[in-house]
């Protein structure tokens, strides 16, 4: 599943703009000036298209603008689909692409947001030459009887389950801890990570001490300040590189990036031993083997690396249930 592209209604400085994020289709939107908010979506096949990467790599989209012209909103935007959907106050369109079932399933925002969140409906046509299936559109709502924590309904995935990475620059002023159910590695939200819990320490430590003596709370560690500007530095200096190509002073960009899976909670079933289950260790070994075989069969790298995450988590799940067992589990 891969996200094809997003229609965004009205968030911050987008206004009215779909952005496609799978160059071999065509997506064109326009809208019923009688009616608002309905829109006539034609997908075609790109017939420029060339397929430039690896089958390695899994897929890649830039966001390529001037400064101000909203490539980080696109961004946010997208976060927040992945990530906490129910909270997005911005009305959506938006297709995921199946590439095991060649299909496209396509959502829309129907009710339940926040007042300023436009109703929207759309109606699609595949001139693809049935080359792929397109769903019917769907509508989706959020439901928000459960006070601060709304969810969404209509929606057939959870594109919180869908692997994605996010590369954007340190100058993105927005919060990053807002984006829930990302695993985010961001030098920004870093620092927010320490600096909430450095504060929260120093308050603490403050309150214990004597009331009559005057506590001043560093909210900007030296290091931290000095960890924050290097991480600058280094951005900029990828910046002047994609405009001058001056490698002065630029680290050493690597051929291919790669992903290693250490199966450590295999490791663990397998050399050691709870206080009540013993593991028969040969049969879980074949067993590791056969099913390496079958998830990474798929010619899609992507299938391959979401199978191999799951294989993952059984072991994980299957370590911590034999760590509460009360009882021997053969296996």
Known sequence: MKLAFVFIEDFKIIRQKLFSFDGRFVFHISGDVNQPGHYHLEVGLNENYVDIFPKKVLGMTGLVGKNGAGKSTVLNCIKLLFGQLPLLTVSLIFGFFDEEKNSLEIYYYEKGGVNDMVPLFVRVSNLTDDVITISKPSPYRVDRLWGDKPNVKGVNMKAMDIACCYFSAAFDSSLEVVYENIENISVNYKVEEFLKRHIAQEIDDAKKEDKNKRKDIQLWPSHIAQ?????????????????????????PLPDSLG?????????????????????????????????????????????????????????????????????????
């Open 259 to 331: 992903l290693t899976f250490k199966f450590d909670d295999f490791a663990a079933l397998t050399e050691g031993r709870t206080d009540q289950v013993f593991i028969d260790k040969t049969k879980l070994a074949a067993l590791q083997q056969l099913a390496i075989r079958q998830v990474t069969g798929s010619d899609i790298q992507r299938t391959n690396f979401l199978n191999l995450t799951i294989l993952c988590s059984f072991y994980y799940s299957l370590r911590g249930d034999f760590a509460q067992s009360d009882h021997l589990i053969p296996v």
């Open 227 to 251: 960890f924050y500007i290097e991480e600058l530095v280094k951005k900029v200096k990828f910046i002047a590189y994609a405009d001058t190509r001056d490698r002065t002073g630029l680290p």
